[in-house]
């Protein structure tokens, strides 16, 4: 992985009209993205490999389909926000918002590669979050920030992308074999093969 200044990925922020589309087509363009997250100067910088895709409110899976809570409020929007959420009582995990204000739809984030200042492992969104610092006060963050973003990955990379079913939403009923996650095929980073 080439090594780039701050400056890089900061000229290669994400606009939020990057989020403001179709959420499986966000969620498979953020791979080979970086994530960066700027903690009292430091950057930390991980490289996208795992996505999960969550469609809005008839998406069994998704947070959004028990609708608007003190909890789910910024799931809905604006697109290009935080949405982070404990889960089990242990570990954070962070969404990307995607589409139109009151939709309900989010990119999970579940593995990154480390780039730079990231000495923890990685690979599942709880120990991603645990890596790149990010926890509660993260929620409701606007992502077009310069503390907390995705850069775009360098022009003309070719990625192999696989997709399987999301992980750990058996409840979901037929949501459950739905083709929502998406991977960098041969990542040694990605949760689950």
């Known amino acids: 992985m080439p090594a780039f200044t701050g400056a890089f990925?900061?000229?290669?922020?994400l606009p939020r009209s990057?989020?403001?589309r179709d959420t499986i087509l966000v969620a498979r363009e953020l791979l080979g993205c970086y994530l960066v997250h700027v903690v009292e100067g430091?950057?930390?910088v991980g490289r996208i490999v795992e996505v999960e895709a969550y469609l809005g409110p008839h998406d069994l899976a998704a947070?959004?389909?028990r609708g608007i809570t003190p909890r789910t409020r910024v799931l809905f929007g604006p697109?290009?926000?935080a949405y982070v959420y404990l889960v089990y009582g242990l570990h954070w995990c962070m969404n990307i918002v995607t589409e139109r204000q009151g939709h309900g739809s989010a990119v999970l984030l579940r593995a990154v590669?480390?780039?730079q200042n990231v000495d923890e492992r990685t690979s599942g969104p709880g120990l991603l979050c645990r890596?790149?610092?990010i926890d509660r006060r993260l929620n409701g963050?606007?992502?077009v920030s310069k503390d907390f973003y995705a850069a775009a990955r360098p022009t003309g990379e070719s990625l192999e992308v696989v997709e399987r079913p999301r992980v750990g939403v058996a409840y979901s009923g037929p949501w459950a074999g739905e083709l929502l996650r998406f991977y960098l095929k041969g990542n040694l980073f990605v949760s689950r093969p």
């Open 9 to 13: 990925y900061l000229s290669r922020r």
């Open 42 to 44: 430091v950057e930390l």
């Open 141 to 143: 963050h606007d992502l």
């Open 113 to 115: 590669e480390p780039v």
């Open 18 to 20: 990057f989020y403001d």
């Open 63 to 65: 947070h959004s389909s």
């Open 79 to 81: 697109p290009g926000y």
């Open 131 to 133: 890596a790149m610092q």
